[in-house]
């Protein structure tokens, strides 16, 4: 089964940026659809971001969309999470997961391999 570890997390002013990496091992990362999620404090993990196993489809949560691209190099097994114009709202740790059920869900039970989080907190 595939391992998924996150990295690039960090603290930035509003309306910067930042690239978060899900990076795999024990499986090629092309074998999934892999999933970005967050969990603010005090609130529950929300779906933010998917890309195919392709990369030629993606979803994005409506308080996103625009603002975050995701993306995939299967050369490098590595999923990235681009995320521009931050709000202190963004502020949350930042999960990748594989897609082990159907494309298109969003729900957290149909993803797996969980990786350990990656702190962003964007600073008002």
């Known amino acids: 089964q595939v391992q998924l570890v996150e990295s690039g997390g960090g603290l930035v002013q509003a309306g910067g940026s930042l690239r978060l990496s899900c990076a795999a091992s024990?499986?090629?990362?092309?074998?999934?659809?892999t999933g970005w999620f967050r969990q603010a404090p005090e609130k529950e993990r929300e779906f933010v971001t998917a890309?195919?196993?392709?990369?030629?489809?993606?979803l994005y949560s409506d308080s996103v969309k625009g603002r975050f691209t995701i993306s995939r190099d299967n050369a490098e097994n590595t999923v990235y999470l681009q995320m521009n114009s931050l709000r202190p709202e963004d502020t949350a740790v930042y999960y990748c997961?594989?897609?082990?059920?159907?494309?298109?869900?969003?729900?957290?039970?149909?993803?797996?391999?969980w990786g350990q989080g990656t702190q962003v907190t964007v600073s008002s």
């Open positions: 997961a594989a897609l082990f059920n159907g494309w298109g869900s969003v729900r957290q039970a149909d993803f797996g391999s």
């Open positions: 890309i195919s196993r392709s990369g030629g489809s993606t």
């Open positions: 024990g499986r090629t990362i092309s074998s999934y659809a």
